[in-house]
């Protein structure tokens, strides 16, 4: 006990005291139980009285022998948040320095240390952005000013109900361009203090970008190619507007009876172009001809006739330049839309010729030339000409369109050959009888415009 109340009197070692205190009762097994309590209730009184003048907390760890289990909780718990904080600082200084060098062009770089970023701390860009905001109260309407710039031009505020079914989206882009004097720029143009390391395509002067949209129609009108340019923003659409472009298309698909825009129904090249009948270039017209025929009598059994099933598909491929390409073969499209790629195709089965629009038909004109055979006789080259000689199918089709497609169909109106051996015509024309003759359906094939071979001339 004399170490307890030693430890009562002196103020300046409280550790050393509680140590005592603590380790008294072992050194006394004879004292009583009750002694050795109010002892430490004694000590814990004086300590309580100490914290309340001091204001605080006791240094050396105090607190830990009052509640160790408490107390080692909350120390647990701080350097916890600390490292949380310290791993926080770490992700937002990644962040930071991968911003700077994507604003000076290097984005690889900069990638990487967004990835580490995210990898500390998955949700810091919403963080740097909310302490940004907080600290800047002027960012807090820089993405409306971006949203209000959209290809260069300042945007007009449009109600989300606003029907547009039925306005002249020319006239409106017009409108705005006229406003704000560029058809469209980069959208980095906004921000003076952004480093470009490279040109953007609003540089390019209006005749090279025009000669470019040339490019992108090829000599083949793929001018399914051009609308979706035409989606990209509202310069592009303005420029796949461009009336020349839609003139050189109309003068090369129907040449010199192409006529006068003055006196056509139609308002514009483009909607001459569109509506008027034609035929499509990038695919096929394909039909599938299906029907029985029966076979002759077995000799051994009067009374058994075989009966045979005919299939097989016609392929008609369209070219600009006035070209047409026919496949008759029972293979499957899948295998032979290939084939029609290239206008100089050199299988024997695939029959070259030329067509001509007029009006709702289009008049096709193909050959087939049988192999020449030379004679064997040696010192004569004299050609002899085949058993079936030169064949030329003329065929006329009517343009017809569909609920879903313009201009998709063909339906037969007349076919023809005119067959030439031994200086000697004979033309031979065909019944279309509706089973073997059926309508084509145009089936678009993609990879017979992912090269442009010439500008639209």
């Known amino acids: 006990m004399d170490s307890t109340g030693d430890a009562g009197k002196e103020d300046d070692d409280e550790s050393s005291s509680s140590l005592e205190v603590v380790a008294s009762p072992p050194e006394r097994k004879g004292s009583s139980s009750e002694t050795i309590q109010s002892a430490l209730d004694e000590f814990r009184v004086k300590w309580q009285q100490e914290l309340k003048k001091d204001g605080g907390s006791p240094s050396g760890g105090s607190p830990l022998r009052e509640k160790p289990r408490s107390g080692g909780g909350s120390n647990a718990s701080l350097q916890k948040d600390k490292e949380n904080v310290s791993i926080e600082q770490q992700a937002r200084a990644l962040f930071l320095q991968g911003s700077e060098l994507e604003h000076s062009g290097k984005v690889f ?17 919403f963080k740097i952005y909310d302490i940004t905001k907080q600290q800047d109260p002027k960012s807090a309407g820089m993405d409306l000013e971006i949203e209000k710039l959209s290809n260069g031009m300042t945007q007009v505020d449009l109600e989300e109900d606003e029907n547009l079914e039925n306005v002249d989206l020319v006239l409106r882009f017009q409108s705005l361009l006229s406003k704000s004097g560029k058809l469209f720029e980069s959208a980095s143009a906004a921000d003076k ?3 470009v390391t490279s040109a953007h395509f609003s540089d390019l002067p209006m005749e090279v970008i025009l000669y470019i949209l040339r490019w992108v129609v090829s000599n ?13 923003c509202r310069g592009f659409y303005l420029l796949a507007r ?13 040449g010199v009876n192409v006529g006068h825009l003055k006196g056509s129904p139609f308002g514009t090249w483009r909607e001459m172009y569109i509506n008027r009948p034609r035929v499509h270039f990038h695919g096929c017209y394909i039909s599938r001809t299906s029907y029985l025929r029966y076979g002759e009598n077995s000799f051994q059994d009067q009374f058994y006739r075989p009966v045979q099933l005919v299939e097989y598909y016609r392929y008609f491929r369209f070219f600009a330049d006035g070209k047409v390409l026919m496949l008759t073969s029972a293979e499957e ?9 290239n206008r100089y195709a050199l299988q024997a089965e695939t029959l070259h010729g ?4 007029h009006n709702d038909e289009v008049i096709i004109a193909v050959q087939r030339n049988r192999s020449n055979i030379q004679s064997q006789r040696p010192g004569r080259k004299k050609e002899i000409t085949g058993e079936y000689g030169q064949q030329t199918f003329y065929l006329e089709l009517n343009i017809v369109s569909s609920a879903k497609r313009a201009f998709s169909q063909l339906h037969w109106k007349q076919y023809s050959m005119v067959q030439t051996r031994n200086d000697q015509e004979k033309t031979t024309l065909f019944e279309l009888a509706p089973n073997k003759y059926p309508p084509l359906y145009f089936s678009r094939v993609k990879s017979y ?6 500008p639209l001339k």
């Open 193 to 195: 203090m952004l480093i």
């Open 242 to 254: 461009d009336s020349e472009i839609w003139k050189r298309a109309c003068v090369r698909l129907w």
């Open 449 to 454: 415009h992912q090269e442009s071979e010439g």
């Open 354 to 357: 030329h067509y001509r629009l």
């Open 220 to 232: 083949e009108l793929d001018l399914k190619s051009m609308e979706r340019f035409a989606r990209v």
């Open 333 to 341: 499209p899948q295998v032979c839309v290939g084939r029609l790629k």
């Open 109 to 125: 770089e900069a990638m990487r240390l967004y990835r580490k970023a995210v990898q500390l701390v998955p949700d810091i860009e």
